[in-house]
């Protein structure tokens, strides 16, 4: 009984629009008229567009950067705090500010105060001669610079996780190593990271599972352009449905993207039981 | 363990640490900075302090953008939300850590689940069945949405709360005389009180941020969220970046505030829920 109001909203919000979505994936429907069954007409349609495959790849792309750069930048400095033990608190809030901001601000002030060949810092490199493009506007640079405003935004919180993290490994431990003369990276390497290897792991699946998610800043800072050339697969997805009104190749995209989230959620779930025998 | 490690390294660290400070602060210094400013001053040097306060941006931001009135909605959408989040998910948590039997196992697998779909697998169903009952532009129709995809993680963060708490404390109230919804609200939801005000934090925080879903259903310029305005309010090119950036502190200024006065249940919130902003 106590479980249904939470279940209710729950089921009538994402299970039955989900079902929906999972049938509309065979069907041909704009959003208007009666839905046609098409068989698997909409996947054929999605597998012939080459921005399907761009944006997969581009995913693919995202998942490799935020699997690597913050995740190296969160367990270096969560070992300096531990090493620093003045101004923790300090840098901890510092740290943790960028993620409290709503992606649409951080998008605008990346583009305006920085990208910007007008009013940001790209402009203002021009003075001493660095003559730089808008950096989202240059096919070959767009996504790395969508990435680089969600690394800035993302990886505050990484620091903060893998330093609590680090203050529940055994003191004694890092003491003992510290005697026999480690240096910093190698009480990072052998003696940090192997004591908090499940709160890493646990974060580098989560991070496979947001990268095929990751839509807010793409969205709002190129809408997938130049070209398709920063195009994810939930920017895709969004603009077969309420572009094009083509609800059948957007479903399709939308089940190609929880199929990644679903393998990503198999590997937690084994790597669960590994740990609980 | 800093005598070992060295006073080299100790110094290393802190100006490592102030470098990443200083890049986590960069970008928002320059938000701050231009706000305040004209746009021909940031155009010419967006690294320059302002020659005088320019206040009249943020009169124009209030104005122009009629940033009250999304304000207002903002407020709304993230009041009703967490009010039910926090009504709804307390009371399904307590099921999930009391109640047995394999029902309840699917029961959590299911909220599991829901955390790693895109929310474009729900979203276009939902978004042609809340035009069909007139639901668009509706506050209260988006915070059930709000409420549906943040409640998996504020059931599994309470669960920890209500597993925390002795059984004998529950058996001892029944023997008084008390029926389980008296224990319930009596005796469990004081002690589960931190947990909720956790809860209510986070998911108001996202919720106040969020972007997608809200733009999706709420589209009349009446109905708008402020992070919905805020992306409205600038063009590519031909934008006065001091009012863009004026509205930004605005729509930002309660989240930085509710953060900086609880910033240690915030981290600790994040850290356990493990909710990518």
Known sequence: MFLLPALIINAAIILIPGLLTLAMAFCEWDGASAPSFVGLDNFRTIFADPVFFSALFNNVKWTLIFLTIPIAMGLVAAALLLVAKRGRTFFQVVYFLPVI????????????????????IVGWLKIYGLNLADPLTQPPTALYAVASVDLWHWWGFLAVIFFAAFRQVDAAQIEAAVIDGASFFQLLRFVLVPAIRPTITLMMIMTIIWSFLAFDFVYVLTQGGPAYASEVLST?????????????????????????????????????????? | MNQNLGRGTLLAAYVILAVAAVIALFPLSLMLISSVKKSTEIVANPLALPSALQWTNFVRAWTDA???????????????AVVLICS????????????????????????????????????????????HLGLIDNVFALSLVYTAVFSPFAIFLLRTYFLAIPKELEEAAVIDGANRWQVFTRVLLPLVSPGILTVALISGLNIWNEFLISSTFLQSHDQQTAVVRF?????????????????????????????????????QGMAAGSVKG
Not at chain 2, 101 to 112: M, T
Request: net charge positive; aromatic share 18%.
């Open chain 1, 101 to 120: 901001i709503a992606t649409v601000v951080v998008a605008r002030v990346w583009q305006g105060m920085i990208y910007n060949p007008e009013s940001g």
């Open chain 1, 236 to 277: 895709l997805s969004y603009r077969y449905a309420f572009y094009n009104y083509t609800m059948g190749p957007a479903a399709a995209v939308a089940l190609v993207i929880c199929f990644f989230g679903l393998i990503a959620t198999f590997f937690y779930v084994r790597v669960q039981q590994k740990e609980e025998r």
């Open chain 2, 66 to 80: 009629q940033l009250g009135r999304s304000l207002l909605n903002s407020a709304e959408t993230t009041g009703f």
């Open chain 2, 88 to 131: 709804t998910c307390s009371l399904a948590a307590y099921a999930l850590a009391r109640g047995v039997g394999p029902g309840l196992r699917w029961v959590s697998a299911y909220f599991l689940g829901t955390t790693t779909l895109p929310i474009q697998l729900y979203l276009f169903p939902l978004y042609f069945g809340f035009a």
């Open chain 2, 231 to 267: 992306y409205t309010l600038g063009g590519q090119y031909s934008s006065d970046w001091g009012e863009i950036m004026a509205a930004a502190i605005i729509i930002v200024a309660p989240a930085v505030g509710f953060f900086l006065l609880m910033q240690r249940r915030f981290i």
